[in-house]
């Protein structure tokens, strides 16, 4: 399966034009215990690059691995792999780059947190 995906995203500079994205995700069940959900650049006649809009285009690519593992105490358990690489084009201080890769993180761990089941395994 794959989908195609375009963001633009203000890094909130203003001297800073903002970054568009235009990825190709494709996922894959490996196995019954595996998934795989691969993103990266994409080209599309229907989103040229720089099509007059002031954009800059960034370029990415990211690894999802998910693999099920033995169930505790009933309770279904998942570790998640996660790879990722981003190049926002142009010259970013390293302050703002650094201050976007805390938000990604910020991400993960929030994703950790709701799927946390800790609690009932404890219990």
Request: with cysteine; glycine share 6%.
């Amino acid at each position: 399966h794959s989908d195609l995906y375009h963001l633009v995203i203000d890094l909130g500079v203003k001297t800073f034009a903002p970054r568009e994205w235009l990825t190709k995700v494709v996922w894959k069940l490996v196995d019954e215990d595996t998934m795989i959900v691969c993103f990266e650049d994409a080209v599309d006649n229907r989103f040229p690059v720089g099509a007059g809009k002031g954009y800059l285009r960034a370029s990415s690519g990211a690894l999802w691995k998910y693999d099920r593992l033995p169930e505790v105490r009933g309770i279904p358990q998942t570790r998640v792999t996660y790879v990722q690489q981003v190049d926002l084009k142009g010259l970013i201080p390293s302050l703002i780059a650094n201050s976007k890769i805390v938000g990604q993180l910020e991400y993960l761990s929030t994703m950790r947190k709701k799927f946390d089941k800790s609690l009932e395994i404890d219990a």
